[in-house]
Every structure is written in C-alpha cells, then in structure tokens.
C-alpha cells in the first residue's frame, strides 16, 4: 500500500474538476482488498475521516477532502472476467471507463451507459449512478449494475445480487458475507420519476443493491463491480429532422424512445428484449411512412439485411 503524508506529494488528490479544494492528513492508495480493509478498519478505530478518492472527474466536490484521510482506489483497477455468452463484465472499481470499452470492443460487446467523461473510473459511475448521451436511450448506470462487493467502515464485506436482498415495505436487514445483520429503517421519500442525483435511492420494497449506486461512498466502499452488457451495434444510422414547432419535435423524441426501449431485440436468440406495449394505428408498431418486410416492424436479424434495426439506431 502507497502512503503519502506530505500535502505537496497529494496536493491534486485535493481537488477534483469542480475546482473545489479541500484538506486532509495522509493518502492511502490500496493495491488490494486486504489492504483496503486494514486501511479502514484503522480509520475506524481511531474515528478519522474517510473520503474515497476516484479518477477525479466530478463537478460537484464529491472526491474532495474534508480533513481526516484520502483512500484512492485507483491501484485497485482490473478486468477480472468478461462473459460473452451472458454479456457481463466484472471490474474492480479504479478500472476508467475508456479502459473498459477498448477492452469490451475486442470481444464485440459495448456499455451502453456511455457516461460523459471517458477518463471517469467505474467505481466514481456507480458513486453517482452517472448517465451519459445514451443515457436518455439506455438508462443510467443503475440499471446495468447487476453485483456489487462493499467492504463498510467497520471491515464487514457485502455482496449484493440484483433480486436477492430486497426491504420490506422501509425496513432493511443486509447480511455482511460473515453473518452480521445490519438493519436500517428507509425514509418515506417521493423520488422522482426521472434520473436525479439528489440525495439516496430510496423506495419502499427496494432491492439493496439500489442503495448504494448513487450514494457517493458515504455508505461503504465499492471493491468489485458487476454490470450487464450489449452486444456492439452492426450499424449506426444519424440523421437530422426538422420541426415547425416545440410539441411536435418534443412528441416526436418521446415516441422515439419509447419504440427504441420497447422494440430492441436480442438478434442472437432472435426474440425480442422487451415487447411492444404501444398500441393504435398511428404509432412506432405501425410507422406510416416505413413499409416492407425489412423495417422496424420486422427487424433482420442477418448481417446485412437492412439499415433498419432498433438495436442499432443511436437518438
């Protein structure tokens, strides 16, 4: 483990893009989960604050030190599998996402979160559930995290499966890798019904995993990360369209979206991802101006067929 205590020898540890500059004692840099748990398990002990340090690339302050100490994990930055046939990616959290996709194009698969700053680290994503251009197609970071590994302030481990660990109604027990049950008792919050990062994920019923994606590290560590996959697009197709007023290019976007979202295939099952729901004549299952067998109502599923594939046109 790398240890630092005189400030000019982490002085950029202090800031982030944000600008904001803060303070702390020492840098810790772990090149491992044994290390990492020991760092903490100290800090704990003594009482001393921690701010986790990522890639730096935020703009809200959200890596910047508030005195106490600074624990980077940027050591701790390997692929450690990559399953093509279940499109899964498993990753420490000082892993940057430009180091992710030149890797995951040798293998034809793609994350589609695509967040906005390529030289961001994995584990900085999952601390703000951070979103990118594709984001209004795909979603955000959450809905690809799929397992997460957390070492908490008092050493404890935790591995959370998406679907296994849910609350009932607010209440919440989480059950640390040796046995040990935390329970916690959720606010009643209205969230939002769009992608924010304002404060915890929290719903009644919620799986656990959910909150700590977003959390900015105050609740724990995250030492390995699970996200789901796409295969690589085949085509790409761009293209500008142009409105006469703000309803009709607005209408237009969401029903966009919403067939994109709904009529996405899995071209190597040749079954679709997520059926359509939408109905009436006028509409993306019925697109009046797209006619034939290759079009978005009878996606190809061969190389070379058509254009045309819902999986494949980037909005």
Do not use: W
Not at 43 to 71: F, Q, Y
Not at 76 to 96: A, D, F, H
Not at 110 to 123: H, L, Q, R
Not at 209 to 233: A, H, N
């Amino acid at each position: 483990m790398i240890i630092k205590t005189e400030k000019e020898m982490f002085e950029q540890y202090l800031t982030d893009a944000s600008n904001y500059c803060g303070k702390a004692d020492v840098l810790y840099i772990p090149e491992t989960l044994d290390e990492l748990k020991e760092c903490i398990k100290k800090c704990n002990s003594e009482k001393t604050p921690i701010t986790i340090s990522g890639a730096g690339t935020g703009l809200t302050g959200g890596r910047v030190p508030e005195g106490g100490v600074i624990v980077s994990t940027e050591r701790m930055n390997k692929i450690i599998s990559i399953n093509e046939q279940i499109k899964l990616v498993t990753v420490q959290p000082g892993l940057l996402l430009v180091e992710l996709e030149e890797e995951l194009s040798n293998h034809g698969l793609f994350y589609p979160v695509n967040p906005t700053e390529k030289s961001a680290s994995i584990g900085g994503n999952i601390a703000t559930n951070a979103s990118g251009s594709r984001t209004f197609k795909y979603g955000p970071t959450r809905d690809y995290v799929m397992k997460l590994k957390i070492v908490l302030a008092d050493g404890e481990e935790l591995e959370l499966n998406r679907g296994e660990t849910f609350a009932k109604g607010n209440h919440l027990e989480i059950k640390s890798i040796n046995g040990k049950i935390y329970g916690v008792e959720l606010p009643v919050l209205k969230m939002p019904g769009v992608k924010h990062a304002a404060g915890y994920f929290i719903k009644p019923d919620m799986d656990a995993i959910d909150l700590f994606i977003g959390s900015e590290g105050t609740l724990g560590i995250v030492t390995q990360i699970s996200l789901k996959l796409d295969r690589m697009p085949e085509n790409l197709l761009g293209g500008i369209a142009f409105f006469d007023d703000l309803d009709r290019l607005f209408g237009f976007v969401k029903r966009v979206r919403e067939g994109s979202g709904k009529y996405r295939y899995d071209v190597d099952n040749k079954i679709p991802l997520n059926p359509p729901l939408i109905k009436g004549e006028n509409n993306l299952l019925n697109p009046p101006l797209i006619k034939g067998e290759n079009n978005l109502l009878n996606p190809p599923f061969e190389k070379g067929e058509s254009l045309i594939d819902a999986r494949t046109i980037e909005f």
